[in-house]
């Protein structure tokens, strides 16, 4: 069982940063991949990015490559997301993920989830 609790969210205006944490608590969180999805009002929960268990490796979608920035920090349990540039169109709830098995972009593949963090990006 893995518990985690995302922060950070809020309200920015277009061009504004925002820094996301993910902190996990339970099961060792060095073990998973995680990622951070999003999801906005009308519309499929989307990925985001995505880091593996050492944080050499990452994924961004096309949306929010060279904007956004994943990290992790296993001593701390937390996997953080760095928003720079924000676009109206980032506005919706960012939630974490930890992996379960499964294509790494399938939201149905990750087993536990955070409750969610509201970013609005007002123009």
């Known amino acids: 069982q893995v518990e985690l609790v995302e922060s950070g969210g809020g309200l920015v205006q277009a061009g504004g940063s925002l820094r996301l944490s993910c902190a996990a608590s339970?099961?060792?969180?060095?073990?998973?991949?995680v990622a951070w999805f999003r999801q906005a009002p009308g519309k499929e929960r989307e990925i985001v990015a995505n880091?593996?268990?050492?944080?050499?490796?990452?994924y961004y979608a096309d949306s929010v490559k060279g904007r956004f920035t994943i990290s992790r920090d296993n001593a701390k349990n937390t996997v953080y997301l760095q928003m720079n540039s924000l676009k109206p169109e980032d506005t919706a709830v960012y939630y974490c993920?930890?992996?379960?098995?499964?294509?790494?972009?399938?939201?149905?593949?990750?087993?536990?989830w955070g409750q969610g963090t509201q970013v609005t990006v007002s123009s």
């Open positions: 880091i593996n268990w050492s944080g050499s490796s990452t």
């Open positions: 993920a930890t992996h379960g098995s499964g294509p790494l972009s399938n939201s149905s593949s990750y087993d536990y």
């Open positions: 339970g099961r060792p969180f060095s073990s998973y991949f």
